[in-house]
C-alpha cells in the first residue's frame, strides 16, 4: 500500500535525522546526569503492593490498572510524598513532553526495528510459532468502528499512563535507592518486557523498556516517557490500520 510505504519513509528519514542529533548529543556531554530521585519506600510497602498486583494479574486482571495506579498514588501520599512533584507532571509542558516524546521515538525506531525484525527471524528459524501479541491480536481482530476507537484509546492513552507510571514512576526509582541507577534500569525494563507475554518480542520490549527508562532519568520528568510511550504505542496502531484495512478502511464507507 503507497501510503504505509510513504509513512515508513518519513520515519525512516526522520528516525535517521534523530538518531544523528542523538549521538552528537552523546559526543557533547549531555544526557549524562540522573535526574530523576530514588523512591524512598519501606520493603513492607513494596511488598503489599506486589501481592495487591499479583492477586488483580491472576484474579480479577479487569481491576489491574484501577489496582495499580491507585496503590502507587495512595501509597506515596502515605508516605508524604506528591506524586505529580515527585515525577514533575506539568500541564503547561504537554506540547515539550509531546515534541520531545516523539523525537525520542524517532531515534530508536531504527534500531528498535532491526531488533524486532532480527528476533522474530531467530525465533522462526528455531521452528518457535511467532504470535502476534495478543493486544495486537485483540486490534486485528477488530470488526467495528466502537471497538477499534475503544482499543486505540487504550493503547495510546491508558496503557502509556498505566505502565509508565508503575514501570518507570514507582518501580525504577524504588529499586534505585536499593541497588543504584543501571541494575534499577535492567530490572525494570526486563519485567517490563516479561509483562507483555510475546517471547519474539522479549528483547526489543526490554531494549524499549530501557529507552523510556532513560528518558525519565535524564529528564526527571516522566511526562518525557509517558509521551513517547504513546507516540511509539501510537504509531504501531497506525500500521496496523494501514494492514489491516489498506488506504480505504471498510468502516470508512459507512460514517
Known amino acids: 500500500d503507497i501510503g504505509l510505504v510513504v509513512y515508513i519513509g518519513i520515519i525512516i528519514i526522520s528516525s535517521t535525522y534523530f538518531l544523528y542529533q542523538f549521538r552528537q548529543a552523546l ?14 519506600l ?10 495487591g498486583f499479583a492477586l488483580c494479574y491472576w484474579y480479577a486482571q479487569e481491576w ?22 515527585f515525577w514533575k507532571l506539568e500541564a503547561g ?3 515539550s513532553y509531546f515534541l520531545k516524546g516523539s523525537q525520542a521515538y524517532l531515534t530508536i525506531f531504527i534500531p528498535l526495528t532491526l531488533l524486532t525484525v532480527v528476533c522474530s527471524m531467530l525465533f522462526s528459524l528455531f521452528g518457535f510459532e511467532d504470535l502476534a501479541q495478543p493486544a495486537v491480536q485483540m486490534l486485528l481482530d477488530a470488526k467495528d468502528l466502537k471497538t477499534i476507537a475503544a482499543f486505540l484509546f487504550s493503547a495510546c492513552v491508558v496503557a502509556p499512563l ?43 520490549l526490554t531494549l524499549l523498556g530501557l529507552g523510556l527508562g532513560l528518558i525519565y532519568d535524564r529528564t526527571g520528568s516522566l511526562g518525557y516517557s509517558i509521551f513517547f510511550h504513546g507516540v511509539f504505542n ?18 470508512a464507507h459507512s460514517m
Not at 489491574?64 to 512533584?85: A, D, E, F, T
Request: hydrophobic share 50%; charged share 10%.
Open 162 to 204: 498505566w505502565e509508565e507510571i508503575t514501570f518507570r514512576g514507582f518501580l525504577y526509582p524504588f529499586l534505585k535507592s536499593r541497588c543504584g541507577n543501571m541494575a534499577a534500569l535492567t530490572i525494570s525494563s526486563l519485567l517490563f518486557a516479561a509483562m507483555h507475554q510475546h517471547p519474539p518480542s522479549f528483547i526489543p
Open 93 to 95: 509542558q504537554v506540547p
Open 234 to 251: 501510537a504509531a504501531t496502531c497506525l500500521v496496523l490500520l494501514f494492514i489491516k484495512y489498506g488506504s480505504h478502511p471498510e468502516w
Open 42 to 51: 519501606s520493603l513492607s510497602d513494596f511488598f503489599l503492593y506486589l501481592v
Open 27 to 40: 559526543c557533547s556531554g549531555e544526557y549524562r546526569e540522573s535526574l530523576a530521585p530514588p523512591l524512598l
Open 64 to 85: 489491574l490498572i484501577v489496582y495499580s495506579l491507585g496503590s502507587i498514588v495512595l501509597i506515596m501520599l502515605l508516605r508524604g510524598i506528591q506524586p505529580l512533584s
